[in-house]
């Protein structure tokens, strides 16, 4: 049961225009969101999250927006970067000590 | 210092060896985390430490043996592992077992032939 659905595996984005993101979830008892940025070789980074009390934040390129009603979150990124190129993880938290995963978007950006 | 520092990078084992992977963060966090990642799918969680004791096993055969020797350390004991154990194995921390925001290590990829 997948409980975190990111359901397109990659996405190729021209550099400088937005890169949306999408991850959808089930679980309606999730009330944090995260998302991780992971490179090759590499532990996945945390890059924002963004609680259920909101429907959106901000973080300089990046913005997360939550729409509970559709259980559905997103993550822009504008303007996209060359160095923005990684799998994207979306994870949900339900208050418990686990981080379910997505199974993860390839983001390239193209020069 | 944000980091989760694991070590070996690489570590290639018999199926008869017996080795360790270790974890180490420096931010005074008390909960610590083993999660395996397969090529193309997302981290599973195997393991949870909260104040030095072990507070989630997820089903892991107990080839996996767990250790959290006190609050900074983390390590990962394996024996008599199979070739489907490869993984990339990740490591991570976060201030309390109830916080939603972790950090992880770059992972140790483990192969076993």
């Known amino acids: 049961d997948q409980q975190v659905k990111q359901n397109s595996p990659s996405l190729s984005v021209q550099e400088g225009r937005i890169s949306i993101l999408n991850c959808d979830y089930t679980n309606s008892m999730f009330d944090y969101f995260l998302w991780y940025k992971k490179y090759p070789a590499e532990g996945p980074t945390f890059l924002i999250s963004i609680s259920s009390i909101k429907d959106k934040n901000e973080d300089g390129r990046f913005t997360v927006f939550l729409n509970k009603s559709a259980k559905h979150l997103s993550l822009h990124i504008v303007p996209s970067q060359p160095g923005d190129s990684a799998v994207y993880f979306c994870a949900a938290s339900g208050g418990a000590q686990k981080l379910v995963f997505g199974q993860g978007t390839r983001l390239t950006i193209n020069p | 210092d944000t980091e989760v520092t694991q070590t070996p990078k690489h570590l290639v084992m018999g199926m008869t060896n017996k080795k360790s992977l270790k974890c180490e963060q420096h931010?005074?966090?008390?909960?610590m985390y083993w999660y395996k990642q397969k090529a193309k799918k997302p981290p599973e969680l195997i393991f949870v430490?909260?104040?030095?004791?072990?507070?989630i096993n997820e089903s892991v055969p107990s080839r996996f043996s767990p250790e959290c020797p006190n609050s900074s350390l983390l390590n990962l004991h394996l024996h008599a592992l199979q070739p489907e154990d490869s993984a990339l194995y990740l490591c991570a921390s976060s201030q309390e077992s109830t916080s939603t925001e972790a950090f992880f290590g770059q992972g140790t990829r483990l192969t076993v032939v």
């Open positions: 931010m005074g966090h008390r909960a």
């Open positions: 430490y909260s104040y030095e004791k072990l507070s």
